[in-house]
């Protein structure tokens, strides 16, 4: 069953291709990429060399953008602390002053009495 299941898609698949290769436009983008993929599997051929150097550059920069990234997160982590940090400080110094101020004035109001 499964057999035939596959051959069935298959058969589908070729019929479909078939039935739109009638229309003319689709006919000539289908030779249009076929006839460039073949210049691409040929210049890859002809010269290896080159491929794999491209293909280190785009993982060199892959590799470069993922480093400036892991260095931004690393600093955004950094700045973050410090501004927590200071936001305790400033905290505390706001809870000390008022606390100063209400000392003085309990403080003025004791003596005043």
Avoid: W
């Amino acid at each position: 069953m499964n057999n035939k299941f596959v051959k069935g898609i298959i058969y589908g698949a070729l019929i479909g291709g078939v039935i739109t290769l009638f229309d003319k436009e689709v006919r000539q983008q289908a030779l249009s990429e076929g006839k460039q993929k073949a210049r691409q599997i040929k210049g890859v051929i002809l010269n290896p060399r080159e491929t794999i150097d491209e293909i280190q550059g785009k993982f060199d920069q892959v590799r470069n953008s993922i480093q400036q990234f892991n260095r931004d997160i690393q600093f955004l982590t950094e700045k973050a602390s410090e501004i927590k940090e200071l936001s305790l400080q400033t905290v505390k110094t706001f809870t000390d002053e008022q606390e100063s101020k209400e000392y003085e004035k309990a403080n003025s109001n004791n003596e005043n009495q």
